[in-house]
Every structure is written in C-alpha cells, then in structure tokens.
C-alpha cells in the first residue's frame, strides 16, 4: 500500500469552479502534513501546513481527520495560475513523503 | 526573500562517471535534505542531514551516494559510479529544525546519464 496516495488527475475545470482534493495515509506516526504545489518541471513549493482540524489560507482550505487517516484541499473560485500538480505530503520526523499528486488544469 | 540555491540547474554525465550537486540552504536553517524525483514519477527523499551527519536516509541512498556539508555554507551529493537511472531532478530541502518541518526546496538539478 502507498505511504501516501492521491486522487487520481488530472482534474480539468473552468475558471471560478470549486474543486477539492482528497489524500490518504496509512503511517499513523505521520507527525503533520502538507500540501504542495509544483509547476511542471519546478521544484514542490509549500501551499500551506495542515497540522489539527485543518487551516484555511485565502480562497485554500485544508482540512486532516486523524481518526480516517484523511487530508482534503479545497480551492475556492479557481485562478488560471492555480493550474499545477497538487501534492499530498507526511512528515515523519522530519523526513517527506510525497503522494504521487493531482494535477489540476483550470480553464477560461 | 530567502531561498535554496542549487547548481548546475542541468548536467549531463556519461554512465559510470561521478558526479557532485551543490546546494546552499537557507542560512539559519539547520535541517538539510536531498529527494529525486524520476521523470514522471513522485518526489522521493534521499537523506537528511543535521549537525554534520546523517540522520535519516533512504532504501535509495546506497553506497553509491555520499553528501557533505564542507564549508559553513554549502551542501553536496555526491554520485559515484553513475547508472543510466540516476536520471532525475535532484532537488535539496532545508528546513529551520525538526520541530518546524515546513521544509523549502531548491529549483533542483537536473542529472542526466547518457
């Protein structure tokens, strides 16, 4: 079973749609967790933590359930410049583990 | 805004040969890391590093790679011995300490073994 693991991509969607992404994980020591953005051939750039009940950064939210091992994004209002691969990421220790990502297409 | 620096950002090696990625993390972060990602493939972690040893590394991370913090200011993976996949962008991490894991990456290097 994967560490981490994505809704499968990609997900195409018109500008101003609302779209959510779904992560589970099977380590349950996985102390926090991330989600991170990467543009095509770009380095993971951190989006925002997810460390209880889940945070909410702008039009993001992110939520974790601990008790189903379970992490969600939700993206409000959907920008062109949102198109990129979404990444679902554990921290073990300090060490990453990355799900294989989502990749999100936005729309005019 | 400060930021990881990686060089070269491309380097192209023949199989076999060694090869040495540079990074310079972030200056007040103590936490530094290697992943690859294979084309097309998730990011993987390679290793981690914190007070000038290794603390964690991968099943990946064998004999073949080797990393270094030689000066107050840079990080290194060294590659012995090159295969053909070893090709993947390198990227080098740091974070401010283990407790505060949100770690920042480097634009990456891209390897590729011919």
């Known amino acids: 079973r994967k560490e981490v693991e994505q809704d499968p991509g990609p997900f195409n969607v018109p500008e101003g749609a609302t779209v959510a992404f779904n992560c589970t994980y099977s380590?349950?020591?996985?102390?926090?967790f991330f989600w991170y953005r990467q543009d095509c051939r770009k380095e993971p750039k951190l989006l925002m933590s997810?460390?209880?009940s889940g945070n909410e950064d702008g039009r993001f939210t992110a939520q974790l359930n601990r008790a189903s091992q379970y992490i969600s994004l939700l993206i409000r209002d959907s920008k062109l410049s949102d198109s990129a691969t979404y990444l679902c990421?554990?921290?073990?220790?300090?060490?990453?583990?990355f799900g294989q990502g989502t990749e999100l297409s936005v729309k005019p | 805004e400060p930021e990881v620096t990686q060089t070269p950002s491309h380097q192209v090696t023949q199989m076999g040969q060694e090869v040495i990625l540079r990074c310079v993390p972030i200056?007040?972060?103590?936490?530094f890391y290697w992943y690859r990602q294979i084309l097309g493939q998730k990011v993987e972690f390679l290793v981690s590093?914190?007070?000038?040893?290794?603390?964690?590394k991968s099943e990946i991370f064998d004999d073949q790679f080797s990393v270094e913090r030689p000066d107050g200011s840079n990080f290194t993976l060294k590659i012995r011995s090159t295969k053909l996949e070893d090709s993947a962008m390198y990227f080098c991490?740091?974070?401010?300490?283990?407790?505060?894991?949100?770690?920042?990456f480097g634009q990456g290097t891209r390897l590729t073994v011919v």
């Open positions: 991490a740091s974070s401010v300490d283990r407790g505060i894991p949100e770690a920042f």
């Open positions: 380590n349950s020591a996985s102390q926090s």
């Open positions: 997810v460390y209880s």
């Open positions: 990421v554990a921290n073990q220790g300090g060490k990453l583990i």
């Open positions: 200056s007040n972060h103590l936490y």
């Open positions: 590093f914190y007070n000038n040893e290794i603390s964690e």
